[in-house]
C-alpha cells in the first residue's frame, strides 16, 4: 500500500487533473480511478479525496479544465453569425484532442467561470440575432452538443491511439467489409467506402461541422418574443 512521508510533495489537484486526461485521451473514461491516479503520484487514495469527493467530481474538474482552456475571441463589430462561427472554432480547438472527455462538457458548462463565459457570449450573440432566452438556449446547447459529436464521430479517430500497424488493420478490415457489400444495393455506401473508414482531411471534416452549425442557426426562424 503507498505511504506518504513528510518528504512528499504536497498533492497539486490540477496535475491530477492533466494526469486524468492524458488517461482518458489513451484509455477513455472508464480507465479513470480514484486509486489508479493516487499510484500515479505515489499517494494513498485518501490523499485524493481530500480534493475530490469521488470520481464524478474529478470529471467536473476535467469539463471544467477543456473549458478553461477555451479562448474565445475578443468580441468584434462583425455580424453576429460570423461571431458564432469564431466561437464555435475556438470550442472545437480545444475538444478536437480530447474526444473522450468532450462529452462531459454540456452537462457541465455552468459549474465553472469559463463555462458561464461562454454560454454569456453565446447568448449574447443569439439575442443580437432576435432570438428569445428559451430558443437561443436550446440553440446554443444543440450547437455545443454538434461539435462533441463531431469529435466523438470523426471517421478513423476510434484507432488513433492504437499501433500504426494495428490500426492500418482494423481501417483496411472496415474497408474491406464496406467493398464487400453488393454493388447493385449500396452504391453510395461503395463509392464513399475510402471516406466512411478514414477522415483524410480533417480540418475539411471539422470546418464542414462549424459550417453546418452555423448556417442551421441562420435557418431558424427566432420565435415570437413575449411581452412582460
Known sequence: MVSMSKDTPRLDPAAIVTSAMRIADAEGLTAITIRRLAQEHGVTPMALYRHFRDKDDLLDALAARLLADIRLPAPTTAPWDEQIRAVLAACLAVLRPHPAVAGLVPARILLSEPGLTLVERTLALLDEAGFAPDQA???????????????????????????????????????????????????????????????????????????????????????????G
Do not use: W
Open 137 to 227: 438556449t436550446e440553440i446554443g446547447s444543440q450547437a455545443l452538443c454538434s461539435l462533441v459529436t463531431l469529435v466523438a464521430t470523426e471517421p478513423g479517430a476510434a484507432t488513433e491511439n492504437t499501433d500504426p500497424d494495428t490500426r492500418d488493420d482494423v481501417i483496411r478490415a472496415k474497408r474491406a467489409a464496406l467493398r464487400a457489400l453488393a454493388p447493385q444495393r449500396y452504391p453510395h455506401i461503395l463509392a464513399a467506402a475510402d471516406a466512411l473508414t478514414l477522415c483524410a482531411d480533417r480540418d475539411n471534416y471539422y470546418d464542414l461541422g462549424i459550417e453546418f452549425a452555423v448556417a442551421g442557426i441562420r435557418g431558424i426562424r427566432p420565435a415570437t418574443r413575449t411581452s
